[in-house]
């Protein structure tokens, strides 16, 4: 692997074609980041008539935004193997490279996850000794954020996988999100140790015996949401449904509240006065906020955003990859699987 | 199997020392459901005492009320299976029994989940052909409920055990919850037939050719709380952490949404005047209005209810139990199993 050294300067690819809201949200994003900081510098990866248009009229330092054309785009439908495979010349496929290449340090798209968490695999590579990159998407909780680690790259994982991802994951919470000695549980369907499927039976001891994490056992899915573990490590499917549902609920349940007190004049005046208060909470659980999800264990860092990500979950992403960065966390992971390799 | 036949009289054993609020509120829930259909008749199980204190000032037909006695209680956090073995006389024992003897048609128990499970299985016994008996939980959606089945009855199931869960759980929200012709999907990660792990791929064709279900296909969770699948056929691990999760963000984010509209004496003012309408919206989502989830697959019907059940969700319960036995559910199960197997 080679890394670009030009001092501090945070170089970041971006799929400016990728999402809901691509290209002007993805765009305006990723420029509201370089006026942000002074040491990013964003590549926007995409149709070049496309993102130029995107540009119009947005003002920023030249020197550090650069147009990287690629004609092509992977559909969300399209199956992602034979996506990156064939389209070669799609966002997602030159963007990737570039962080192979050394250019960028880091990839972001709200494009196909399956091409995106494809790509990371086969172009930007894993590190040496990592096994499986996971997908690790921060929720709100009551207390904070928690990581769920994996939630979508690696179905049918074995236990070692899983102890990787609490090391990870662990990382990644202290020195990107600065949570100090996090705590690390793993998705459980009960709070006795004998509880649970083969995989995490088999998991439960090895992760009793990580010198690198801080273990405190399992952690049934009710208790995510009011901030029970730091790092809830699970196996992909698990940890997709968890995610996901947690997702479909908050939405429901919003909409369902906002359509509940507006059904009596009564109500109606009572829902106006709590307004802005209300907002302010659900904006706090709003995942959104907190940038994307970072695919772990790569060569470099890949994010992936939600598809319907608006410029500040991407100016949020781009944010986490200049963390990411300056807080050296792909050295720390070479260490930590280096060390548990021994 | 014996059945017990007296003409249209459902008896019910109610376990009346499990869970958090026993024996009074589950006694009150028993006597409720006795007062409220002349066709039921409860059989409480427990310590003679504690239930005659409890029933002490409610009134009722005494003919159809009655103490059974049980010395011992299961604990929530004792090992199941050992508990099961080793405490003859508690009331999950004693209750099962009177469901295998045919002396009850049903057993309700707000106790602990494994041992009634365990309890399901060994003591009340599978229905010939039945591989697995799922538990079944139905969830308020947004258009009225769906059912998760399975939700903790058998970790790491095999894809033939999934078809059976399907089959039942149509037959339940049909005859039981009244939905004609009911869509099945299958829990997923993503809505295309390539996406999931191992055993959703080898199950998903089997449920396509399973002539007795109106399969829909795949259902991620987020959209589960829309009401995509009025049967959600899993795995019991992720159903239980589908369902867990469900209850876990509903639970935060409704604690949330009260502390962020009282923050403000305008907010303050505005919360008092949507509370009753915000009231009947939250209400619509709580689990408890509509009853247990049952066992199901076994000869008799064991319903579960949660550990924290007040009256109503005891009494909702036992109204389960009088449309299954009315609806005739195990005769169906059996005659779809039975047809399966051919």
Redo the contacts between chains.
């Keep these: 692997m080679q890394e670009k050294e030009n001092g501090s300067m945070v170089n970041v690819a971006v799929d400016a074609m990728g999402g809901d809201n691509a290209p002007s949200e993805i765009v305006k994003g990723a420029i509201d980041a370089v006026n942000g900081k002074e040491n990013i510098k964003v590549f926007l990866v995409g149709r070049q008539e496309a993102v130029e248009d995107a540009l119009a009229g947005l003002s920023y330092d030249k020197s550090r935004v650069e147009i990287v054309p690629a004609t092509e785009v992977i559909e969300t439908?399209e199956?992602p193997v034979m996506a990156i495979r064939k389209k070669k010349d799609s966002s997602i496929v030159v963007g990737q490279k570039l962080v192979k290449d050394g250019i960028c340090d880091a990839f972001v798209s709200a494009g196909s996850s399956?091409a995106v968490l494809v790509g990371g695999q086969f172009i930007v590579g894993r590190i040496k000794g990592v096994e499986r990159p996971p997908l690790a998407p921060l929720i709100p909780?009551?207390k904070g954020n928690s990581l769920l680690i994996d939630c979508?790259a690696n179905?049918?994982a074995r236990p070692s996988h899983l102890v990787q991802f609490a090391k990870m994951g662990s990382i990644y919470m202290e020195y990107v999100i600065g949570i100090r000695n996090p705590k690390v549980g793993i998705?459980n369907?009960?709070a006795?140790e004998?509880k649970?499927?083969?995989l995490?039976k088999e998991t439960f001891p090895l992760l009793q015996n990580c010198p690198d994490i801080h273990f405190i056992g399992s952690v049934?899915?009710?208790?995510?949401?009011?901030g029970a573990a730091d790092i809830v490590v699970c196996e992909?499917?698990?940890g997709?449904?968890?995610?996901?549902?947690?997702?479909?609920?908050?939405?429901?349940?919003?909409?369902?509240?906002k359509?509940?007190?507006?059904?009596?004049l009564?109500?109606k005046?009572?829902?106006?006065?709590?307004?802005?208060?209300?907002k302010?909470?659900?904006k706090?659980?709003t995942a959104s906020e907190y940038g994307g999800a970072p695919l772990l264990g790569l060569n470099g860092l890949v994010v992936k955003t939600h598809g319907n990500a608006k410029a500040k979950e991407v100016t949020n992403s781009i944010y986490q990859c200049v963390t990411f960065k300056e807080q050296k966390i792909n050295e720390k992971i070479k260490e930590k699987i280096r060390l548990g390799d021994e």
């Design positions: 439908a199956p399956g909780t009551a979508g179905v049918d998705l369907i009960g006795e004998d649970g499927n083969m995490v049934e899915a009710r208790d995510i949401p009011g992909a499917f698990s997709n449904v968890a995610l996901k549902m947690y997702e479909g609920v908050g939405a429901v349940l919003i909409d369902e509240v359509k509940g007190i507006t059904v009596s009564k109500s005046i009572g829902a106006a006065l709590i307004k802005n208060d209300l302010k909470t659900l706090r659980f």
